[in-house]
């Protein structure tokens, strides 16, 4: 069964705090690892896709990485509007088009 | 603002209404999805649709009706709910790959539905 661990649940940080989100994963050939951004009320909204280990994709204060057991998501110097809640997903070569979702992180950034 | 665009943004019915939620994407993506989601809980796939046919059923009740008329449309009809059907439904359209898996998911922002 496919399983994909968040961590922490919760994190709060000050404006320029840099840290980082964890994505541990459990799959049977991974097609693909995505992160998501969800402010409350909203969808989903589609950061990066991830394919291989050693693959890093970068937009603005994010950048994920990928190895063979998990992902992470780097914020360098946040920004309150980085507020929201991010999700990790992956997608199984045996599970056709389901993505198996984390619980997610719930990042806060105070100024 | 999302490319794909869902309505109503908000719904309130009685348990024994029947009402249906849409989905429009003009990104030419032919797999389009429906999901369900409650309060800070992420996302469970309900329906995926694969050129307008339906591939994925994940054992909803069928008090939830999914239909596809065409490539840029998708409906979920509504009927006898119960209270804890209420949620936030999502719906998400992506490109399938000649060599299998898809694309990312892009999600619409959702409706929000009560259940008297």
């Known amino acids: 069964e496919d399983q994909v661990t968040q961590s922490p649940e919760a994190l709060r940080l000050q404006e320029g705090e840099s840290s980082s989100l964890n994505c541990s994963y459990t799959v049977s050939g991974l097609r693909g690892l995505f992160w998501y951004r969800q402010d409350p009320g909203k969808g989903p909204e589609f950061l990066f896709t991830l394919y291989s280990a050693g693959e890093e994709k970068e937009k603005e204060r994010l950048k994920a990485t990928l190895t063979k057991k998990e992902s992470f998501l780097h914020i360098t110097a946040p920004k309150p509007e980085d507020s929201a809640t991010y999700l990790c997903?992956?997608?199984?070569?045996?599970?056709?088009?389901?993505?198996?979702f984390g619980e997610g992180t719930q990042l806060t950034v105070n100024p | 603002d999302t490319e794909v665009t869902q309505t109503p943004k908000h719904l309130v019915m009685g348990m024994t209404n029947k009402k249906s939620l849409k989905c429009e994407q003009h990104m030419g993506h032919r797999a389009m999805y429906w999901y369900k989601q409650k309060a800070k809980k992420p996302p469970e796939l309900m329906f995926v649709y694969s050129y307008e046919k339906l591939s994925i059923n994940e054992s909803v009740p069928s008090r939830f009706s999914p239909e596809c008329p065409n490539s840029s449309l998708l409906n979920l009809h509504l009927h006898a709910l119960q209270p804890e059907d209420s949620a936030l439904y999502l719906c998400a359209s992506s490109q399938v790959l000649a060599k299998g898996g898809n694309q990312p998911q892009h999600f619409g922002d959702g409706t929000r539905l009560s259940i008297l």
């Open positions: 997903a992956v997608q199984a070569a045996t599970s056709g088009s389901r993505l198996t």
